[in-house]
């Protein structure tokens, strides 16, 4: 077969065909009475060998060895390969990922598409200096995408720049809240609690929609932040968690302070006051515990809370009592 018939079967130029002569890939068999190329019918299927191995992304140098070297082993090579190739399709899908952002920040010139380069490459600077410019800038410059925000405030782990990259989300809208509620759902514990802070910051009614989903999340460190920040925000749902904060001594004091600010309706204060006095009465609390749900009751208003006050001034515990006994001496001075 001549080389014009063989490129037409093959697929493979008549031109590459020359290469791969040149390289000693694969040569003619024969030569034709006018001195053409003859191709056997091994020779075609050297050559059809030689485009499977191709396909894998193999050199025409490994090919060659492929073929030719008795002691050729493809494992080794294969694994390489499969390194090689998951590299490129990392390169290739963060490269996807920053057209995209940028095609989002809807860029009104290429002076806009470079400034958003530059923040996207500073947020993923080594130095913690350029990341926190990066996010204090993000507002004033190009705008970064929510996306690239969301994913550099997940990641962070120095303070000052996840604080800079929390404001720098809260000042974009609730756009990243869906982002920032897959990440309480992260395997990764430190991941959690960067969403559920970063979600605190943000305000609006979407914002305290995740967190009252957040109340119920698994992560005993994502319900307890939800729950400071709801208490601030006048959410009932969160007095549960409050109390339990109180009585585990985990941010006890900013615990107690969010019922005082949720009791400051009388209805709910009475409520407050009715489940602080159900845990006092329960035999598992510790001593300790009761005196902290005594001293919450100082900032709970109204009758009910005077009148637990009274009867915990008699309480067995004497510092419970003590407690009670001053907080309704100071209410009484007020």
Known sequence: MLIG?????????ARMLRHYEALG???????????????SD??????????????????LREVGRALDDPGFTPSELVDDLIRQTRERIAAETELLTRLR???HAEPAGWRD????????QALGSASPETRQRAALSSAEEAPVPVEALVEAVLRETDPSVAGALRWALARSGDDGLPLLARGLGSPAAEVRGRAVRSVVEIPGDAATAVLREALAAPDLGVRRVAALELGARGVTGA?????DMIVEEAND??????LGALASRPALADRITGLLVGRLADGTTTPSARRRLTQALADIPGGTASRALTELSHDEDRAVALTASYILGMREAR
Do not use: W
């Not at 018939?5 to 130029?13: E, F, L, Q």
């Open 253 to 258: 004091v900013d615990a107690a302070d969010a």
């Open 113 to 120: 598409v470079l400034q958003i380069v530059a923040l996207l």
């Open 239 to 243: 007095v549960p968690t409050l109390i």
């Open 101 to 103: 952002r940028i095609g």
């Open 42 to 59: 091994e020779d075609i299927r050297r050559i059809f060998h030689i485009e499977s191995l191709r396909s894998l992304g193999l050199s």
């Open 25 to 39: 890939l694969v040569r003619p068999t024969g030569r034709t009475g006018a001195g053409y190329r003859e191709y």
């Open 5 to 13: 018939d063989v490129a037409r079967h093959s697929g493979v130029s």
